[in-house]
C-alpha cells in the first residue's frame, strides 16, 4: 500500500494536473446540460404544453424516459472524455520530452513501465470512471432541474424513473468495459506514436495507415488496409448484443460476453496492445532527447 501511495498515486496526480482537461471536459459540460435547461423555453406539444397525467402515462415510459435520460447523458459526457483522452494519448510522451519534464522525473526512483502503465490507465481507467460517476450525478440533477422547470414532466422524472435508470447502469458499464478493451490497441498506438515523435505527434499517427492504404491501392488495387481498420474503428455492427437489449420500449444494449469472449478479434488486439506498450516502455527509457 505504501508503494501504491508513493508512487502510483504522485503519478496519478501529475497527469490530473498536467493535464486538466481529462476531468474539468466532462465537468464543465455535465455542468451545461443540468443548467441550460432551467433556462430554456421549450415547448411540448402544439398548444405549448405537454398534459401529463398518471393515467395516461404507460407504465414502461416511467423507465424509458429514466433510462433514456441517463444512457443520453452518459453518452454525451463519453463522447467528450473519448476526444480528451485522445488528445491526452497522444500529447502525454512527446509532451514531457517537449517541456523536457522528462529530466526531472527519471531522476526519481520510478520507472518507465510504472509512468507508462500509470499513462494508460488513467486513459483507459480512470476517465472512463469519472465520466460514468459523473453522468449518474448529472442524471440525478438533471432530473431534478426538469421537475422544477417542466411540471409538465414530473409524471415521468419521478423516483421510479431515476431508480430505474440507475438500474441500467450496470449494462451501460459493461458496454463501456468491452469499447475499451476493443479499443486498447487504438490507444496504445497513440501512445506509440507519442512515444516517437519529435514534432506533430498526429502526424507520426495517421502517416503510417495511409501510407500502407495508398500503396496498397497503387500497388495490390485491393483495400484489406481500410476494411481492417474500419472494422477495428467503427466495429459496432459486428458486436455481439445480448438477446435481453431487445426487450421493452427502451433498453440499455447489453454485451453478449461469452460470444465477444470468444471474438478472437479482442484478443488479438489485447496481445497487439501488450506488444506495443512493451515497445513504449522501451523507447522512453532512451527517448530524452538529450
Known amino acids: 500500500m505504501s508503494v501504491w501511495n508513493s508512487k502510483y498515486m504522485v503519478l496519478v496526480r501529475r497527469e490530473l494536473w498536467e493535464h486538466r482537461t481529462l476531468w474539468l471536459a466532462p465537468l464543465s459540460v455535465a455542468l451545461l446540460v443540468v443548467i441550460v435547461p432551467m433556462f430554456a423555453n421549450v415547448n411540448f406539444g402544439a398548444a405549448g404544453d405537454l398534459t401529463v397525467t398518471a393515467s395516461n402515462v404507460p407504465p414502461e415510459a416511467y423507465s424509458m424516459f429514466g433510462r433514456a435520460l441517463l444512457t443520453g447523458i452518459a453518452s454525451v459526457l463519453g463522447i467528450i ?24 522525473w527519471k531522476s526519481l526512483p520510478v520507472s518507465d513501465s510504472q509512468t507508462v502503465l500509470t499513462k494508460l490507465g488513467v486513459a483507459l481507467l480512470l476517465v472512463p470512471l469519472f465520466t460514468l460517476l459523473v453522468a449518474l450525478v448529472t442524471h440525478v440533477l438533471l432530473t431534478g432541474a426538469l421537475q422544477l422547470r417542466y411540471p409538465s414532466m414530473r409524471p415521468v422524472l419521478g423516483l421510479e424513473s431515476v431508480v430505474d435508470g440507475f438500474r441500467a447502469m450496470p449494462q451501460l458499464a459493461g458496454v463501456w468495459l468491452f469499447t475499451l478493451l476493443w479499443y486498447a490497441p487504438v490507444a496504445t498506438y497513440l501512445m506509440l506514436a507519442s512515444v516517437l515523435a519529435k514534432r506533430a505527434p498526429l502526424m507520426y499517427a495517421v502517416l503510417p495507415p495511409a501510407v500502407l492504404m495508398l500503396c496498397e491501392g497503387l500497388w495490390l488495387d485491393s483495400n484489406h488496409v481500410a476494411m481492417f481498420l474500419g472494422e477495428r474503428l467503427v466495429p459496432w455492427a459486428r458486436f455481439a448484443w445480448s438477446p435481453e437489449s431487445s426487450r421493452g420500449t427502451f433498453m440499455v444494449p447489453g454485451v453478449d460476453w461469452s460470444a465477444q469472449l470468444q471474438n478472437l478479434g479482442l484478443w488479438l488486439g489485447l496481445a497487439a496492445a501488450a506488444g506495443m506498450v512493451y515497445i513504449v516502455i522501451r523507447l522512453r527509457r532512451y527517448r530524452d532527447d538529450t
Open 81 to 104: 472524455a473519448s476526444m480528451v483522452s485522445l488528445v491526452y494519448l497522444l500529447d502525454c510522451l512527446f509532451a514531457e520530452r517537449k517541456d523536457r519534464s522528462i529530466l526531472f
